[in-house]
Every structure is written in C-alpha cells, then in structure tokens.
C-alpha cells in the first residue's frame, strides 16, 4: 500500500513525512517520503506490516528548518483506511496539496512470505516430448540426423526450496517407444534420474525460473527411422547413459489453492553416447 501527494506548483516545503501506525501498534512509524514526479511525492508501507483490518496514518510537511507547515489529518485524529480496500482519492489538505490511497500488488516479493511459506515443497508430474540429433557411429551413422523422442515421457518430480528463490528438485525422466511387438529387440522405454537446481524470478504466483540438470539411467532414446509409414517404430538410438543440461519455465499458481501448472522447454546433452534432446512438458505441481 502507498500514499502519493500531489502538491500545487507554488507550495514551498523541504521534506514530506507518512507517519502509520500498523493493526496493533501504539505507537506511529515514521518513513521520509521521495518524490515521484514533478509534484508527486509517495511514501510506501511495508507489506509485513499490513497484516490486520486498518491502518491509521497522516501526512507532515516541514520547511527546510525542519518546522511544520502542513498536516494531512493529525496523529490524534488519523486517516484510517482498511488494508487492501480499494484505493481512491483521500480528503483534500489544503488549496496547495491532495492525498490519494494507492492499493500496490498484493503478490510482490516483500508481501508474500505467507505464500512462500506455504510452497516450500512440492511434488509435481509433468507429461511432454522431444526432439533431438543423434552422433552415431558405425552403421547407425547414418541415422546421425535430427530425430523425435517419442512416443510419450512422464517426468515425476520432488522439490524443495532452499530460500524464497533457490530451489533443489530430484525429478525422472521416464520415455515409453512403441514397438511392434512385445519382446522387440529395439528398446521400449528409457529411464534418467536427474538431480536439478532452480533459481525463481520471485515469490510471487505467477514466477519464472531457470535451471541446472544432471543425472543418470538408462539414456534418453531417440527415433531416427519408422518403417513403412506404418508408424512402428523399428530403432533407437540412444543418448547417455549419463546427462547434463538446462531448462527453462514459467510456474502459475492457481488462485487461492495448493496447485500450480508449469511450462518448460530444456535440453540434454548424452555422454559417452553422445546425442543431445530439447524437451518441451506441461506439468501439474502440489504444494506442501
């Protein structure tokens, strides 16, 4: 929540003062007011202290010898207004100023420790595909060439955050192939665990993030050939069986629930079987 004077062209003062006095205080914060504009002046109320029905405030202007020369309401007869009411224009001062209540986003990182509290941890599934380049050797060279991961990967994931933007997560990657047939000698599936480390843009519901990736399993495979259009697919080739990449994504919280959905796009590069993959999942996440 912010005040913000307006101050006519002509009124002379050296320095605005908001004085608050949070929900079960006794006594009045003080905050110098900055300017913001050529006639604006705005003072801000810190989000952990707004927690309560009502604030009380006034506004103090002094000259430059400290002396004041103008009230916005008084300390034993302050403006009171409800904590994330609507904002609107305040009472006029005087002929030279005007106050206005400006409700500020409820979400921003310094007002939203409840929320991050909340979501320490979580566990999340994701669902997606890829597509990738194989750098086979031998008679698989000339498979060497872009190539789908398909059909379908499943990646499960627990996380935690270490602080409101540092987070670990163990996650898996688990890709299932079609085959023609069960007990095909190609491979049907392929499994990675993977250890990840993310950092958030902010606490708030609607965060971006970026991440480190590495693990182990099986590999990832990709599927450089079909046969006959039939859509079977017939080979693999296969990328690790260690891994290590990045990723990067966008979390939204559903509102005024524990569940948030995630879209990410993040790339694997395979060693010693070297191959790299670029992923893109839609994930659901609960928190705890």
């Not at 965060?207 to 693990?215: A, C, H, L, P």
């Amino acid at each position: 929540m912010a005040v913000v004077c307006s101050f006519d062209p002509g009124f002379d003062f050296a320095k605005a003062t908001l004085r608050f006095r949070p929900p079960g205080r006794y006594w009045y914060f003080a905050q110098v007011m900055v300017k913001n504009g050529d006639r604006r002046w705005r003072g801000t109320l810190p989000g952990h202290m707004l927690v309560g029905r009502a604030v009380h405030l006034y506004v103090e202007v002094a000259n430059r010898e400290g002396v004041p020369v103008m009230t916005w309401n008084k300390q034993d007869s302050p403006y009171v207004t409800m904590i994330r009411a609507s904002g609107g224009d305040g009472p006029v001062v005087s002929s030279a100023a005007s106050v206005e209540i400006v409700e500020e986003n409820p979400l921003d990182d310094e007002r939203d420790e409840e929320a991050y509290r909340s979501r320490r941890f979580w566990v999340g599934i994701g669902i997606g595909d890829g597509i990738g380049w194989a750098f086979a050797e031998g008679p698989a060279a000339s498979r060497a060439r872009p190539a789908p991961s398909l059909d379908v990967q499943i990646a499960p994931e627990v996380g935690y955050h270490l602080s409101k933007r540092l987070a670990i997560a163990v996650s898996g990657r688990h890709q299932f192939i079609q085959q023609p047939a069960r007990g095909s000698a190609d491979a049907q599936s392929a499994h990675l665990g993977l250890l990840r480390f993310l950092v958030f843009s902010g606490t708030g519901r609607h965060r971006m993030f970026v991440g480190g990736t590495m693990g182990a399993g099986t590999g990832f495979r990709l599927v450089p050939s079909r046969d006959g259009g039939s859509g079977t697919v017939r080979s693999t080739v296969r990328g690790g069986p260690f891994v290590a990449g990045a990723s990067v994504g966008y979390v939204g919280d559903l509102s005024r629930s524990r569940l948030g959905f995630t879209v990410e796009t993040g790339g694997l590069v395979g060693f010693p079987d070297r191959a790299v993959v670029l992923d893109i999942r839609l994930g659901m996440a609960a928190y705890f």
